[in-house]
């Protein structure tokens, strides 16, 4: 074939090769887009599905009360209560925890018991330790507690497994129980508060309630002496009493601290007043603890008592649309003296019977507390009050000083087993003021803008 004739034919062939490569090129690079395009998309449809849940969850589409999103989240999820039983040699601990078991298992919690730590150590410890300078005891006194704090911890871990049921820890002793004889002035105190800055964040986080059983020694010394065979029997209730009032001590200032004492009941009954006190706890019967309150006159803390003292601030959420105020919410700043600030969320609901009132409390955290009083409806009412707690011949006692109010007022917990109440001489009481609306919290509390 001439190059005349074959040079149309080859540019056409080369045309089509170049239009066949164009083409591919072309395919592919539509392909590349689509796939790039669908990446694009599920990219896209990533991040308004991040950008609605990131706007669900801080701004709302409606308003909807903080109360009902806590209590949403309440219901939802499974609950763990860790409950301290402590109390004074032969107080009857090891009997009170095991019908505690027993029955709570009964009402399908699932129950964890965190024993003595000695139980496992079989008391040998006290004995080596006793051998040690004091230095070096001071320090396996450190390590003790913090391995009774990791056992808890552990507790609790385990607790949260549990999806079907709420659990209750029940601890046979606290971890502050290994401390009342230690000197407060020593170096080892020092040495603790820097463990765990502060220390009383140990008896306050670490327990949702305190339960202190007297001893044993004091009202029903015939189970004291059950199963023990004292040498001399004085000197061992002598003893018993005084440890018992240190651990008292110890533990004074948690913000749910019961104490059973003996007076007017046998073991029996002791362990019954214990059960309901659980009960109230966890809400299986109304929580209506119930206080006898006392204006003061004067009061002079003496020098040599033994107090706790603690700053309160209640703000109470009022709704102007709500013309009857039978559920009233307060949000409580509660801070022990060198401890750390804690908070709660109460609800009060009143009924036609004034004995009838019921308390839920809740702890929650600053970011709520902070949020409920900036969107605290038309106005607030805030009370600031100081509290002194210490215990009066096995009475749990609770002053109130009101700065603003010039007004001080005894609180004294009520049980069945009080018959009449003793005071130090150091108070000087007034009047009883339970019935008196005008002593209630609210009514003292002060008006103020949010």
């Not at 964040?201 to 327990?207: S, W």
Request: proline share 3%.
């Amino acid at each position: 074939m001439s190059f005349a004739k074959s040079t149309p034919y080859a540019i056409l062939a080369l045309s089509g090769i170049l239009g066949m490569g164009y083409l591919i090129y072309d395919y592919k690079k539509c392909q590349r887009e689509i796939l790039q395009f669908e990446a694009d998309l599920i990219q896209f449809q990533k991040d308004q599905d991040l950008k609605k849940d990131n706007q669900d969850f801080f701004f709302e589409q409606k308003e909807v009360p903080v109360i009902s999103k806590i209590n949403s989240n309440i219901q939802t999820t499974r609950q763990t209560y860790c409950i301290c039983i402590t109390g004074g040699p032969g107080s009857g601990r090891t009997s009170v925890v095991t019908f505690l078991q027993e029955r709570l298992k009964d009402f399908q919690y699932n129950v964890i018991v965190v024993p003595l730590l000695d139980d496992y150590i079989l008391g040998q410890d006290q004995e080596i330790i006793q051998k040690l300078t004091k230095q070096e005891r001071n320090q396996f006194i450190i390590k003790k507690v913090i391995l009774m704090q990791n056992l808890l911890d552990y507790s609790k871990e385990l607790a949260k497994q549990v999806k079907d049921k709420d659990s209750i820890i029940l601890c046979q002793g606290g971890i502050l129980d290994i401390l009342p004889n230690q000197d407060e002035t020593d170096q080892f105190f020092q040495e603790l508060q820097e463990e765990f800055k502060p220390l009383a964040t140990i008896r306050d986080k670490n327990y949702d309630a305190v339960i202190h059983l007297v001893t044993n020694a004091e009202g029903l010394q015939q189970n004291f002496y059950f199963g023990n065979s004292f040498i001399n029997r004085d000197v061992e209730i002598k003893k018993a009493i005084e440890a018992d009032k240190l651990i008292q001590k110890i533990w004074m200032g948690h913000p749910n601290h019961f104490l059973i004492d003996n007076r007017g009941c046998t073991f029996d009954k002791k362990i019954q007043r214990v059960y309901k006190t659980v009960q109230k706890i966890l809400g299986m019967e109304q929580t209506n603890i119930r206080w006898a309150k006392y204006s003061l006159k004067s009061i002079s803390l003496p020098n040599n008592l033994y107090f706790t003292k603690i700053k309160i601030t209640d703000i109470f959420l009022l709704d102007k649309n709500v013309k009857d105020q039978n559920e009233i919410n307060r949000v409580r700043m509660r801070q022990v003296e060198g401890g750390i600030k804690q908070y709660y969320l109460i609800t009060t609901r009143k009924f036609e019977k004034k004995e009838n009132v019921q308390f839920l409390r809740r702890i929650i955290s600053f970011s709520q507390f902070h949020h409920m009083v900036n969107k605290a409806q038309n106005e607030i009412k805030i009370l600031k009050r100081e509290r002194f707690c210490f215990t009066y011949e096995n009475q749990l006692m609770q002053v109130d000083l009101f700065e603003s109010k010039q007004l001080g007022i005894l609180r004294l917990t009520q049980n069945d087993a009080t018959q009449m109440y003793k005071w130090p001489p150091w108070i000087s009481v007034d009047k009883r003021i339970d019935d008196n609306p005008k002593y209630d919290s609210f009514s003292l509390a002060e008006l103020k803008n949010p």
